[in-house]
């Protein structure tokens, strides 16, 4: 194999298989993987993409749950120099379209329970549960032997949505990548003796480069699980096979509110990882009151940026519980005003980025880019507050983008499939408190005769993701405006709130 000119996503699991082989690097279902075999994997893997006539740089859509062959698949491409592209698995219609198409994705690995929901012509492989799939061909497939590829090489395209309807997809470098992985691992502690289990979508971000690979890195067995299953978490738990947890608030919410809570044997769990939405404090002090002894992180960022940028470390939480921490090992991070000038701590003002973490941009979206990407520093959408001691709090979003559970919605879409019902005269679209999904997306309509909540919701579903449909509709009158006739959603948002 040639020589690479830097590290490479591929190369943290390599270095790992090269120092603790026979260590179980991945265990999911009745299948485990040591770390010599998963490195093995993912050779023969690229091998397999390969020989589908893929070429270095060409993208390749994956579009499953969650599983070792996903892992796996990502992996390969990784190695084989292809650039991977994370499909979340509840998309369908022209969402699903879209992003395949503006990805230009020259194959799908798709698991064969969501291979229909892609359209005609799209190209595609199983990754698992069939005999022509991606992991049934590794017995048989010759171990890589190409050039590695260059730290400077995309391996990822992260699609993030915005306040426009359409997704951007975040250009992701290897070098991007492997900093944030670095980040992760000093800012979060994560150790080769951590037993973490895996139940996040590894489409997203979060699960999959602040945690899994991160954990790869350093050594440590990791259980993925198909999805975040209260019973089979307390039962690792339990069983000492899991000593680490990364959750979304909704899903702490859920574990917490569970009967046999307060009952079970939960005190193995050493760490305790929360992001992607704000955790209500009430939750977290419940929490923390009935495990005393669990270290809380509080994880933020976004895409853009691999995806961490700040953390709130177990003994930083006392006074500041509402707080995203500081920004991580390889992050700068300000607070700014519309002309990108520095705003004085305390002052509520944009949080933007400098970083070796950042991607390079938006795939094939110039304007775009260069609206982010401003004076040397990327423009995050958020609004935040520093303090004195350089700790932030995100107050609001400049974008009315909602994080309903975790997962970014853009208004704007949701808007434009209602505004296609005879029904509606005027709609805006807003995120609620709501104590499952922390924000609701909540349409706000002004009818035109007569129409019902659950008409309007049922009209959303068949328009875009069920995941994007409203949970709530709210009849008014009139929309508030200001003198220039911009629809007012914050205060629809604390009018509703």
Avoid at 351 to 363: F, K, M, N
Wanted: hydrophobic content about 40%; glycine content about 8%; proline content about 6%.
């Amino acid at each position: 194999m040639t020589p690479g000119q830097g590290s490479t996503v591929d190369g943290v699991l390599r270095r790992s298989a090269r120092r603790t082989p026979a260590r179980v690097a991945v265990e999911y279902g009745d299948r485990s993987w040591t770390y010599e075999e998963l490195d093995e994997a993912v050779s023969r893997a690229a091998s397999v993409l390969l020989a589908e006539g893929l070429e270095p740089g060409d993208r390749v859509g994956a579009y499953g749950h969650n599983s070792d062959a996903y892992l796996i698949a990502f992996l390969a491409c990784a190695r084989a120099g292809l650039v991977h592209v994370p499909v979340n698995q509840n998309l369908t219609g022209e969402d699903l379209a879209y992003l395949v198409g503006q990805s230009g994705s020259t194959l799908v690995l798709a698991d064969p329970d969501l291979a229909d929901r892609l359209g005609e012509g799209v190209r595609t492989t199983p990754l698992r549960d069939a005999d022509d799939s991606l992991l049934a061909r590794l017995e048989s497939a010759p171990v890589y032997d190409g050039p590695e590829p260059r730290t400077e090489d995309l391996v990822q395209l992260l699609y993030t949505s915005g306040t426009t309807a359409l997704p951007k997809g975040a250009m992701m470098t290897h070098r991007a990548l492997v900093h944030e992985y670095l980040s992760a691992i000093a800012a979060l502690d994560l150790s080769a003796g951590d037993r973490p289990v895996h139940s996040l979508p590894l489409y997203h971000s979060a699960q999959m480069h602040v945690f899994l690979l991160p954990y790869l890195a350093v050594g440590a067995t990791n259980i993925i699980l198909d999805a975040p299953d209260g019973d089979r978490i307390f039962d690792l738990i339990e069983a000492d096979r899991a000593d680490s947890l990364f959750a979304p608030p909704t899903v702490w919410i859920g574990l917490s509110n569970r009967p046999d809570f307060a009952t079970r044997r939960l005190d193995g769990l050493r760490k305790a990882y929360y992001g992607a939405s704000i955790m209500p404090v009430p939750v977290l002090e419940r929490l923390r009151e009935r495990l005393p002894k669990l270290a809380f992180y509080n994880c933020f960022g976004q895409s853009e940026i691999g995806p961490l940028a700040t953390v709130l470390a177990p003994g930083e939480h006392k006074g500041r519980m509402d707080s995203c921490g500081r920004p991580v090992l390889f992050v700068d991070a300000r607070v700014v005003d519309e002309d990108g000038k520095d705003v004085p701590d305390g002052t509520p003002g944009e949080i933007v980025y400098r970083s070796p973490q950042l991607c390079e941009g938006y795939w094939d979206k110039p304007e775009e880019t260069a609206e982010a990407f401003r004076d040397g520093w990327f423009r995050s959408g958020d609004l935040a507050v520093r303090d004195a001691h350089g700790y932030f709090t995100i107050v609001d979003r400049v974008k009315d983008v909602i994080n309903s559970g975790g997962v970014l919605v853009a208004s704007r879409q949701v808007e434009d499939a209602l505004y296609t019902h005879e029904a509606v005269a005027e709609v805006a679209v807003i995120g609620l408190p709501d104590e499952r999904w922390i924000e609701a997306v909540t349409a706000v309509v002004v009818p035109r005769g007569e129409v019902t909540e659950e008409a309007l919701i049922a009209h959303a579903r068949e328009k875009i993701a069920h995941f994007k449909a409203p949970k709530r509709v709210v009849f008014v009158d009139e929309l508030p405006r200001n003198a220039s006739g911009k629809i007012l959603k914050r205060e629809l948002r604390n009018r509703l709130s």
